[in-house]
Nanobody, 134 residues
Framework: QVQLVESGGGLVPSGGSLRLSCAAS????????IGWFRQAPGKEREGVSG????????YYADSVKGRFTIFRDNAQNTVYLQMNSLKPEDTAVYHC???????????????????????????WGQGIQVTVSS
């Protein structure tokens, strides 16, 4: 069965840290670009971070630059999102997505990954709650 499973969420005080994991089963993550997205109640989904499968390049939303780090562990078939200096506005459900690049389209920006999944070239995880208390 092909699936992505997020873990590592929870409740943390403002200024704290969490490490989210996105583990793949049924396929190897190193063939996919990976993105982390989040959605807070009443808000649209936001692309938080991404990492390329080809050159390891990364993307970060302005709201998390300098605080979040995305990295892969191919041996564990897992991608991580290290989140430091967490703020209450980081509270959301976090999803990872794995996607292959459509022919002729490169990039790890959120809209590229979302479109690739929409085209059937990838998968979403089920999501995990992160709550940062003030």
């Amino acid at each position: 069965q092909v699936q992505l499973v997020e873990s590592g969420g929870g409740l943390v005080p403002s200024g704290g840290s969490l490490r989210l994991s996105c583990a793949a089963s049924g396929f190897t993550l190193d063939s996919y670009n990976i993105g982390w997205f989040r959605q807070a109640p009443g808000k649209e989904r936001e692309g938080v971070s991404g990492i390329s499968n080809s050159d390891g390049s990364t993307y970060y939303a302005d709201s998390v630059k300098g605080r979040f780090t995305i990295f892969r562990d191919n041996a564990q078939n897992t991608v991580y999102l290290q989140m430091n200096s967490l703020k209450p506005e980081d509270t959301a459900v976090y999803h990872c997505a794995a996607a292959r690049s459509p022919p002729g389209i490169a990039g790890i920006q959120p809209h590229v990954l979302e479109n690739a999944v929409r085209l059937g070239l990838g998968f979403w995880g089920q999501g995990i709650q992160v709550t940062v208390s003030s």
